[in-house]
């Protein structure tokens, strides 16, 4: 178990939590990568001013910042198995929306 202190980060004053560890490097960076394309449609649909588009960017953003844990259920608090099971899912739903199977 790690100490509480690795659980977080902090940037500008803010605590922000970690990307829980247990999650396969190869997930967590497929999800980064979700996370990255979804921060920067959220930037362009608030250009735009288009709503749809701001709400799916925010919604790929949420599903991958769940599949880091983090957001949702405290990592550190849960057994790892479905930690990674439910990284493993963020990924597939997010793969999904990219091939319009979702």
Do not use: C, I, Y
């Amino acid at each position: 178990m790690s100490k509480p202190d690795d659980h977080f980060f902090v940037v500008d004053g803010r605590r922000w939590r970690r990307t829980d560890p247990a999650v396969p490097e190869e997930t967590a960076a497929a999800l980064r990568s979700h996370l990255g394309r979804g921060r920067n449609a959220v930037k362009q649909a608030k250009r735009s001013g288009d709503d749809a588009a701001l709400a799916a960017a925010r919604h790929r953003n949420g599903l991958a910042k769940h599949g880091l844990g983090e957001r949702g259920p405290v990592w550190w608090e849960r057994p790892e198995a479905d930690r990674v099971a439910d990284a493993e899912r963020a990924r597939a739903e997010l793969d999904a929306l990219d091939d319009g199977t979702a």
